[in-house]
């Protein structure tokens, strides 16, 4: 037969106790130590939100100084910019007179450097006796050609030419290709003076490629 396990629930030479305390005693003694740990559990949270409140409360002041700094150095670049408002009206009138400038001059057209290189593609013994221009101005649109195959433009420009002899038109109008600005050019009337010599009207046309555009920058500068 195998030996009998000893029971470990019997314990043998235990110091005997009993409590002679009614029950009521044990339950009051509970009862004091949840209280106690309610209390320390709301001091806690008393301590966390002291210390949120402090937070919140150092964070706002900082804040506040912030814009309280922030406020009186816009109110310093206030007070220095008041110093230069008649530099800035200086500035507006010069910005509103180059935009000025630019429209007005937009539809420039240099004639006299013009009218000398048309005089430069014609024959040495020809010049120019007369000379009549219609251009086009930046308040009022130049009148278009109504036929299909004839060139937009911006100014007409009508030459009276004066030749010793008989003149060859044609090869006028094929030297004035080469002119800035060409559109197109048609002969009108020749005629014979009693000297022998001939005066040609020559009806040519210029589009926006002849503009000078020398107040296109309004910066102010040229081109």
Do not use: C
Not at 52 to 64: K, L, P, V
Not at 137 to 160: E, G, K, N, W
Request: no cysteine; net charge neutral.
């Amino acid at each position: 037969m195998s030996r009998a396990e000893p029971d470990d629930g019997l314990m043998l030479g235990g110091e005997p106790r009993i409590n002679l305390l009614p029950p009521e005693v044990t339950r009051q003694a509970r009862t004091r130590e949840l209280r106690k740990k309610l209390v320390v559990a709301t001091a806690g949270v008393l301590v966390v939100v002291v210390l949120g409140i402090g937070g919140a409360f150092w964070h706002s002041t900082m804040s506040a100084a912030r814009l309280a700094s922030a406020q009186a150095h816009t109110a310093e670049l206030l007070t220095e910019q008041t110093k230069y408002v008649k530099v800035r009206q200086v500035q507006t009138e010069v910005d509103t007179a180059l935009a000025a400038r630019g429209v007005g001059g937009w539809t420039e057209v240099d004639w006299k450097a013009y009218l000398q290189a048309v005089r430069a593609v014609l024959p040495p013994d020809v010049g120019i006796d007369a000379v009549a221009i219609d251009s086009t101005s930046p308040f009022a649109a130049f009148v278009q050609p109504t036929a299909a195959l004839q060139s937009p433009r911006v100014a007409t420009l009508s030459i009276t030419v004066a030749s010793p002899g008989l003149p060859s038109v044609p090869q006028w109008l094929d030297a004035m290709h080469t002119l800035p600005g060409f559109a197109d050019a048609v002969p009108g009337s020749i005629t014979k003076k009693d000297d022998g010599s001939y005066l040609v009207v020559v009806t040519m046309h210029i589009n926006a490629g002849a503009f000078s555009g020398r107040f296109s920058d309004i910066t102010g500068g040229t081109k």
